[in-house]
């Protein structure tokens, strides 16, 4: 039987944890750091299509540029790390039948934002950089800086890997009786329209098949919530 904590041990507890995190999360961005010129070669080849290599503006920009890649390289990295250290702190106050579904949702939370990241780096943005430089061409000579490049390129993945998390949200609703797979099941029109709106609000490009080709995961990941939901139901009753 595991030991009842007063606040300040709960305190000291969460204190250990954060430690943890962010002494490996800097371990991490150093390491990070021995390969940001590869990492960065290889995340401006969606761009050389239009501009050859990008151009900095600013002297610091270089150096921010570089940081904001073991940064984010480093993030990932510790993603799971973290998500263990979180499960780890609020597992003693959990049932059984609850640190099963947070090992669950724990363990689909990387992957899905792996894939969320991997979509928005191999689809969305190649047609978002194709649709945007299409303007002026010509006309306008491009002349994008690595820290405007980044930017963009940041934005998009991180906002992909949340929204890819979609099944993990809505199944953390369910595991607490919020949300029912069988109101999931009546909402799923909505959840279509719901679906192709976000694919216009997130893909630069006006033509319906791209729309079509982002929106087809976004209703694939609300069945698999409705399955999660499903599944999570029948495990607590």
Not at 140 to 147: D, M, R, V
Request: with cysteine.
């Amino acid at each position: 039987m595991e030991k009842d904590l007063s606040f300040i041990e709960h305190l000291e507890e969460l204190r250990k944890r954060i430690i943890y995190v962010i002494s490996f999360f800097l371990i991490c961005l150093i390491f990070s750091y021995f390969f940001s010129d590869k990492i960065l070669l290889y995340i401006i080849n969606p761009l050389k299509k239009y501009q050859q290599q990008p151009v900095f503006i600013k002297p610091v920009e270089p150096f921010i540029s570089i940081l904001k890649i073991c940064a984010f390289t480093g993030s990932i990295f510790t993603m799971p790390f973290f998500l263990i250290q979180v499960y780890l702190f609020i597992s003693p106050g959990l049932t059984e039948k609850e640190k099963k579904i947070a090992k669950t949702l724990f363990i689909f939370f990387p992957f899905l934002f792996l894939l969320g990241l991997s979509f928005a780096f191999y689809i969305i943005i190649p047609f978002g950089l194709r649709v945007l430089f299409s303007f002026g061409k010509g006309i306008i000579k491009p002349f994008i800086s690595i820290n405007s490049y980044l930017n963009f390129l940041f934005i998009f993945l991180i906002a992909m890997g949340f929204i890819f998390n979609l099944p993990v949200f809505i199944s953390s609703l369910a595991s607490i009786g919020l949300v029912k797979s069988k109101f999931l099941k009546e909402k799923r029109k909505f959840a279509i329209l719901g679906s192709f709106i976000l694919s216009a609000l997130i893909t630069p490009t006006t033509d319906i098949f791209t729309q079509t080709f982002v929106a087809i995961p976004l209703i694939f990941l609300y069945e698999i919530s409705i399955f999660l939901s499903k599944f999570f139901e029948t495990s607590s009753s």
